[in-house]
């Protein structure tokens, strides 16, 4: 199975700043697909098709990559966005997420 | 408005059987296939498996296959899981998810914790 490598897997973020989030894949996927899990609510999907933002979703947030090298971008971070993040991948069965980055606010 | 509500959770012996159900609205629940995934207490992610939209092909991970069961009631717009003999890695809370986005997993229920403890 394809293994998805996020990193880092903690980090924390001012207000406005610039956020980077990564995956790596064992294997080069097609697509990446990315989640955001506050607290103890369910995983939402925020990207898929590694760029294109699900509805609602900010613009803040984007998404890119290709291979095996797959990026999630917050422009200005708010503290709304304070979450884990998992990255996914479909190309291959079974389904697999990346551990997740916690995003804490700064 | 996609609705999800999975239900049966609960703490369980190891060795025990459980149902876990997941009534879904607002989508025609009979044109898709359904997944149901899971996440352990450390947060990592699952995919247990998933079932075609008449019921008539299942897909299971691999590690679960032999003791885990998709079923679905169209009629009843109603996801099943069927876990046996379970073990304490299988605690965690259990989701069923619907598909749009090109992604099996667009729209998630709130999930329901499974406890195996003796």
Known sequence: ?106 | EVQLVESGGGLVQPGASLKLSCVASGFTFSDYWMSWVRQTPGKTMEWIGDIKYDGSYTNYAPSLKNRFTISRDNAKSTLYLQMSNVRSEDTATYYCSAPNYGSPFAYWGQGTLVTVSS
């Open chain 1, 1 to 106: 199975e394809i293994v998805l490598t996020q990193s880092p897997t903690t980090m924390a973020a001012s207000p406005g700043e610039k956020v980077t989030l990564t995956c790596l894949a064992s294997s080069s996927v097609n697509y990446m697909y990315w989640y955001q899990q506050k607290s103890s609510a369910s995983p939402k999907l925020l990207i898929y098709y590694t760029s294109i933002l699900a509805s609602g979703v900010p613009d803040r947030f984007s998404g890119s990559g290709s291979g095996t090298s797959y990026s999630l971008t917050i422009s200005s971070m708010e503290a709304e966005d304070a979450a884990i993040y998992y990255c996914l991948q479909l190309t291959s069965t079974p389904p697999t997420f990346g551990a997740g980055t916690k995003l804490e606010l700064k």
